[in-house]
């Protein structure tokens, strides 16, 4: 079954941009969704598809893809967007199976 | 309002049986793809198992095939996970999603939205 790979930690400042990275073959062939989580909530979709926006998801959040590699982006980061994140894509076998990434915890200085 | 709600976990033996229930509402239940996800203390998200509209096709991740059973009864709004011969290892907190599906230029396109508020399994004796 296929992988996907995220750096377990990254730290911003406020206000600032960060960039948080998925790593996978599957990637190669299908669109990564993203997920915010808070301590003791339940998941929330972020982005999803090509670099799409639910709505109630602030604009400073935004994807792109290239390759093996999806990115989330937080442009001009907020201190309530301090949580953990996860990407997640279908799974490379083409069967309706589905990978989460490793996870991403987002620290705001 | 979308929602989902989950019921029916708690405290189980090593080998023992447990019936997840998920109640959908404010969408048409029997036009998406559902899934139950799972998360242990203090690790990360893991997809357990998904279910096409009318119930015809069913997925599993390789560690709960066999032992759970995933099913919906679009009468009644409603998602399932029947897990036998469980483990320390399920201890989990389980959510159902609903899975909206679409193409997006050529390539098919998958979101998990929204997310139930999660039930507690404990596998433990």
């Known amino acids: 079954s296929s992988e996907l790979t995220q750096d377990p930690a990254v730290s911003v400042a406020l206000g600032q941009t960060v960039r948080i990275t998925c790593q996978g073959d599957s990637l190669r062939s299908y669109y990564a969704s993203w997920y915010q989580q808070k301590p003791g909530q339940a998941p929330v979709l972020v982005i999803y598809?090509?670099?799409n926006r639910p709505s109630g998801i602030p604009d400073r959040f935004s994807g792109s893809s290239s390759g093996n590699t999806a990115s989330l982006t937080i442009t001009g980061a907020q201190a309530e967007d301090e949580a953990d994140y996860y990407c997640n894509s279908r799974d490379s076998s083409g069967n309706h199976d589905y990978v989460f990434g490793t996870g991403t915890k987002v620290t705001v200085l | 309002e979308v929602q989902l709600v989950e019921s029916g976990g708690g405290l189980v033996q090593p080998g023992g049986s447990l019936r997840l229930s998920c109640a959908a509402s404010?969408?048409?239940?029997?036009?998406?793809?559902m899934s139950w996800v799972r998360q242990a203390p203090g690790k990360g998200l893991e997809w357990v198992a998904n279910i096409k509209q009318d119930g015809s096709e069913k997925y599993y991740v390789d560690s709960v095939k066999g032992r759970f059973t995933i099913s919906r009864d679009n009468a009644k709004n409603s998602l399932y996970l029947q897990m036998n011969s469980l483990r320390a290892e399920d201890t989990a907190v389980y959510y159902c999603?609903?899975?909206?599906?679409?193409?997006?230029?050529?390539?098919?396109?998958?979101?998990?939205?929204?997310w139930g508020q999660g039930t507690l399994v404990t596998v433990s004796s």
């Open positions: 598809g090509k670099n």
């Open positions: 999603a609903r899975v909206p599906i679409t193409m997006v230029q050529g390539v098919i396109t998958n979101w998990f939205d929204p």
């Open positions: 404010g969408f048409t239940f029997s036009s998406y793809w």
